[in-house]
């Protein structure tokens, strides 16, 4: 007997318009009505996750990749980077001109150019773009001569200063090990 279900949202619950189909949504409503909790898993911040969800009777979340697990009434387990850990990998993007987001509770801050790359418009415009665009030459370019490639742009943000959940960063494929 199922007890619970849980749905990522990017490609599951979403279409690729970024909506949440009517037939989905009364699927998951008879879910929670037969008694089965419904929960979602994402790497998604909880204030992403509750601006997409807020109409559905969803019971349990797991956010930043497991870093973040609650209901809408308390937080059951978080655990966010160690102090040390954290300055090394922003001290790490800084000194090499990464791009990177870092994720908080209620919110993320960082590269613009990252948020930009994930937002719906971005998504909505790419479908037009014809597929021999040199976008990897594109990209480069960016990277090399963008106007926030400055110093200490990391570690003077806000944000660093409060427990992070996730952090993703953006480097060439040659600096895996490194």
Not at 106 to 114: F, I
């Amino acid at each position: 007997m199922i007890k619970a279900i849980f749905f990522d949202i990017d490609g599951t619950l979403l279409t690729n318009k970024g909506r949440i189909a009517k037939n989905t949504k009364k699927a998951i409503s008879a879910l929670h009505k037969k008694g089965i909790v419904c929960g979602v898993s994402t790497a998604r911040t909880p204030k992403s996750v509750a601006h997409i969800l807020k109409d559905l009777p969803f019971d349990l979340f797991i956010a930043c990749n497991g870093q973040l697990v609650y209901t809408k009434e308390q937080m059951i387990y978080e655990r966010a980077f160690e102090a040390e850990a954290l300055a090394e990998i922003v001290s790490y993007a800084d000194q090499h001109f990464r791009q990177m987001i870092l994720c908080g509770k209620n919110y993320s801050a960082g590269s613009w150019t990252m948020r930009f790359g994930q937002s719906r418009l971005l998504l909505h415009f790419m479908r037009f773009v014809p597929h021999y665009f040199p976008i990897r030459k594109m990209k480069r370019f960016l990277q090399n001569y963008s106007p926030n490639r400055r110093k200490q742009r990391y570690s003077s943000l806000a944000i660093v200063k409060e427990p992070i959940y996730q952090c993703v960063m953006l480097s060439p494929e040659y600096e895996t090990e490194r």
